[in-house]
């Protein structure tokens, strides 16, 4: 009885130990004062760099790091989650991976030998999968969603998120263009409960190139861009890169990939079939939790390389599109009001479009629990 009293203690040590190692990662709510999506909310980018600070202070889960400043002077930076053993292990990986994104770093002339060495890394390195938020500053969700996946990866001890940090390196970035971040809160807050509450400021969300920020991904004008592609796409080589948007009020509540035609014929089959299985598999999964209004193969297609870079570095673009809100302002949307859009229509079940979503109040939270869904569904 004393052993199985002593030991009934000694676990209630542990558990409780455990549970105070959990408490000690802080949840967005504790350095924003609310959790984000909720209603008529928005973080400046100063408080969302001061979470990921305090989040890789208390995770031995996250590392955060800035890497440049923005063309006003912001920090840019990005967080790389994973197991604590794999992130003791990343220049290691990074290597692994750069080896296997370049056929001539392994030299050899055999090429059956060379098939043998590659199948070798790809069997001990892991998935790098880059998650970037925000590149359009009005589709606010995705930077306020990139605290609540990185809250979750960092704090749950569920099993899934356990297997999803054992074999997978998640780079995020939370904003690609953290001035907007900025620019779009202080219009927000200025016109909160006024006629104009909602709108999109009337400045450049980008100071040179607005919302065309994300038409520079082969021309590399800007700093944000130039940050992106030098320090984190070209360092790391990710497989998948997850690209979260949104989209209008009025059509779909979510669409995903497979694109719809054309594809610009320089993609090469495999990244279509990669980007055709994830985006169906994400979809599926999606509709078996409950969420409608999701499309595939329509609206938006693959021809275009201005933002589909990793599409011609070996790389599958998952573009994720959220319907929108007023920026934090929920919205009420009439089923009649619902319109079609390029290869569905919203009103109508269809092999690449449902279930239908009704209609009614469309929220913050709705864009932050699709997104955080969606981005959860792609790392299982
Ligand atoms: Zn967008």
């Known amino acids: 009885m004393k052993v199985l009293s002593a030991s009934l203690r000694l676990c209630g040590f542990i558990l409780l130990a455990g549970i105070s190692i959990l408490a000690q990662v802080p949840a967005p709510k504790d350095t924003l004062g609310f959790t984000p999506g909720d209603d008529r909310k928005l973080a400046s980018w100063a408080s969302i760099v001061d979470y990921f600070k305090k989040l890789d202070a208390a995770s031995d889960r996250v590392m955060f790091e800035e890497i440049g400043k ?5 920090p840019f930076v990005y967080a790389t989650i994973s197991s604590p053993e794999n992130l003791k292990r990343l220049e290691k990986y990074k290597k692994m991976n750069a080896n296997l994104a370049d056929p001539r770093a392994i030299p050899t002339a055999d090429m059956s030998l060379r098939d043998k060495l590659a199948t070798s890394l790809i069997k ?11 590149i359009h500053s009005d589709e606010v969700g995705s930077t306020l969603s990139s605290m609540l996946i990185a809250h979750r ?5 569920e099993p899934d998120i356990k297997k999803i940090l054992d074999n997978t390196i998640i780079l995020l970035v939370p904003s690609l263009n953290p001035d907007g971040v900025d620019i779009v809160k202080n219009w927000y807050d200025k016109t909160l409960g006024t006629p104009y509450e909602g709108t999109d400021p009337p400045e450049l969300y980008h100071k040179y190139v607005g919302h065309d920020d ?3 991904w082969y021309a590399f004008t800007q700093v944000e861009t130039q940050l992106t592609v030098d320090k984190i796409h070209n360092v790391w080589h990710p497989q998948i890169v997850h690209d979260i948007h949104q989209q209008g009020e009025n059509g779909s509540r979510l669409f995903l990939p497979p694109y719809m035609q054309p594809v610009e014929p ?14 169906n598999y994400m979809a599926t999964t999606l509709r078996s939790k409950g969420f409608e209004g999701i499309t595939t193969d329509s609206t938006y297609d693959a021809w275009t390389p201005a933002r589909a870079y990793s599409h011609y570095h070996g790389g599958v673009r998952i573009l994720s599109e959220t319907a929108s809100a007023k920026l934090a302002t929920p919205v009420n949307i009439k089923l009649e009001d619902l319109r079609a859009g390029l290869g569905y229509d919203s009103k ?7 279930p239908v979503w009704k209609g009614g109040e469309w929220h913050l939270r709705d864009i932050t629990n699709y997104m955080t869904t969606a981005a959860f569904a792609l790392l299982a």
């Open 348 to 354: 109508k079940e269809s092999p690449n479009f449902g």
């Open 266 to 279: 320089n993609v090469p089959k495999q990244i279509v079939e990669g980007y055709t299985e994830l985006g």
């Open 70 to 74: 923005t063309t006003m002077g912001a």
């Open 124 to 134: 001990q390195s892991k998935t790098i999968v880059l998650i970037t938020c925000g």
């Open 153 to 157: 990866l960092a704090s749950s001890n």
């Open 214 to 216: 994300n038409r520079d």
